[in-house]
């Protein structure tokens, strides 16, 4: 738990969400004292999907609400003796408490979150469960269907990222007219299809990645290493990610719960809290380096790695690692609102790569970033992992560069000093991709999208290629999303070195 008074870096980027959702709540010591309660249905949180809901659901809401009271029902010891040892662990703005379900656990919440498919209009309810590679979740009357036997972590993780969202809006008062409450909405991770929702086929006992890099340890990391220690998978993982830890990724970070882990290379923690996850059956080893200059040493070489899972949202890392040309890449992105994943394969050269989909931030953009941190425009050029230097500081604004020096004698990054530059400028200017506020919730939606898509390539390769999917609004629902296909680029080097890229993949097969 968090027992200090809330920091600008701890919670501005979960209120600087809020604030783009014109919520009328903006202030931390209120929001952060409106009590919460997550609840469960004796039937549901009896199957592995259930309690995979309830477990994610308490790393999420722990990032973003105060005081937390889990009521759970009679006859579930075991899954007590996890939520307790769970709750005594996590990093928390306020205090987890577990108690034996009652009615009067429900006086004073602003929220209740239940896992299971009843409704209730007496109170500020939501419920949510999964079945397979469905993910449902309701705030309305109408209920959702309540069948939840087959087990699958990527549904559980979905659903629960609806249904913070929604105890999100109460708890910050996100008006109604703007973000409706959800009702009865489902989404199934298998077809990636708003108007298809199919159970999907059961996962396999054992799933062998092949040479694998994770690339990035922050939000959508955590929530990837979080899944991938829930799926039964095997083999060996590299994490590669350039930063440490600081203060402000425990409002983000779902796995992040130990001040240990602050000043501490991302990488490497999150590779060694994965060995230890999953049981030894993930190899895990982390390094901590820009992905640009590991490739260019020939440190990491396109033959080593078959499939990358990109969780760094970050448009130069993803046309960096495209250089590796892996069979599989499939990379995660987010905003404040949307989660989105995108996915190149080699044996489909007519859809974009990371290089055909992404461009690099041009100058307009880099104004616009310069003016919301006030940082020169020089600085971000060459991106903002990096360590600051004088010239950063003599560039900035007058008002931020007493921050700036602090941050270069503590040895923080540009990128580590962004929410508190932001906080410093008064948040409020529309802001590109990597500079935006962030949640937990939608970064485990992106990681729950980005593991989807991985295994349905490993473990069914004949369905249907989806090359792009967006969830445009989890504030509203699965119903915004949609599926764009791009063509890949003449210009690209996945078009014109085609023959050098399949020799080289042929190559790393033999």
């Not at 440190?299 to 040309?325: C, E, F, M, S």
């Not at 200017?429 to 990597?434: A, K, W």
């Not at 599926?483 to 020799?503: D, G, K, N, V, W």
Request: proline share 5%; hydrophobic share 40%.
């Amino acid at each position: 738990m968090n027992t200090e008074q809330q920091t600008p870096l701890e919670a501005s980027r979960p209120l600087g969400v809020a604030q783009d959702l014109a919520a009328t709540v903006l202030d931390a010591k209120i929001v952060y004292a409106r009590k919460v309660v997550l609840t469960g249905e004796l039937q549901t949180l009896s199957t592995p999907n259930g309690r995979s809901c309830l477990l994610t659901a308490i790393r999420l809401l722990s990032r973003v609400v105060g005081p937390l009271c889990v009521a759970l029902p009679d006859g579930l010891p075991d899954l007590e003796s996890e939520v307790r040892a769970l709750g005594d662990a996590i990093w928390s703005q306020g205090d987890v408490q577990v108690c034996a379900y009652s009615e009067d656990c429900f006086v004073d919440a602003v929220a209740v979150l239940n896992v299971g498919n009843q409704a209730r209009e007496d109170l500020p309810w939501t419920s949510i469960n999964s079945n397979g590679w469905i993910a449902r979740c309701t705030s309305t009357s109408t209920q959702i269907p309540g069948d939840c036997d087959q087990a699958n972590p990527l549904g559980a993780m979905m659903a629960a990222s609806a249904g913070v969202a929604e105890v999100f809006k109460r708890v910050y008062s996100v008006p109604a007219e703007l973000y409706p409450l959800m009702d009865c909405e489902q989404l199934s991770l298998f077809t990636l299809d708003p108007d298809r929702v199919d159970v999907g086929p059961p996962l396999p006992e054992a799933v062998r990645l092949p040479s694998t890099l994770m690339l990035g340890a922050g939000a959508i990391g955590n929530a990837l290493a979080l899944l991938m220690s829930q799926l039964p998978l095997e083999g060996k993982v590299h994490v590669v990610d350039k930063q440490t830890y600081g203060p402000e990724n425990f409002g983000t970070c779902c796995v992040l719960d130990e001040d240990s882990w602050l000043d501490v290379s991302k990488a490497e923690n999150l590779a060694d809290w994965l060995n230890e996850q999953s049981g030894g059956k993930l190899e895990a080893t982390g390094e901590q380096a820009y992905i640009a200059d590991l490739i260019d040493a020939g440190t990491l070489k396109p033959k080593q790695i078959d499939l990358v899972i990109n969780g760094l949202d970050d448009n130069q890392a993803r046309h960096d690692v495209q250089r590796l040309w892996p069979s599989l890449l499939v990379d995660g992105a987010i905003n404040s609102f949307g989660a989105a994943v995108v996915t190149h394969r080699l044996d489909l050269p007519s859809w974009a790569c990371m290089q055909c989909t992404f461009e690099l931030p041009n100058k307009d953009a880099l104004e616009k970033q310069a003016k919301a941190t006030g940082l020169g425009a020089d600085s971000l050029k060459g991106g903002t992992n990096r360590q600051i230097s004088d010239a950063d500081i003599d560039a900035a604004a007058p008002e931020i560069r007493d921050a700036l020096r602090a941050g270069r004698l503590a040895g923080a990054t540009l990128c580590s000093m962004l929410p508190g530059l932001l906080a410093l400028k008064r948040m409020g200017v529309e802001l590109d991709e990597g500079f935006r506020p962030s949640v937990p919730f939608v970064a485990s939606a992106a990681a729950a999208l980005v593991m989807a898509q991985v295994l349905r390539r490993l473990c069914w390769p004949e369905t249907r290629f989806v090359h792009e999917f967006q969830i445009a609004d989890l504030f509203k629902g699965f119903h915004t999303s949609l599926s764009l296909y791009r063509r890949a680029a003449m210009s690209c080097p996945c078009t014109q070195h085609r023959s050098l890229i399949m020799e080289l993949a042929s190559r790393r097969r033999a």
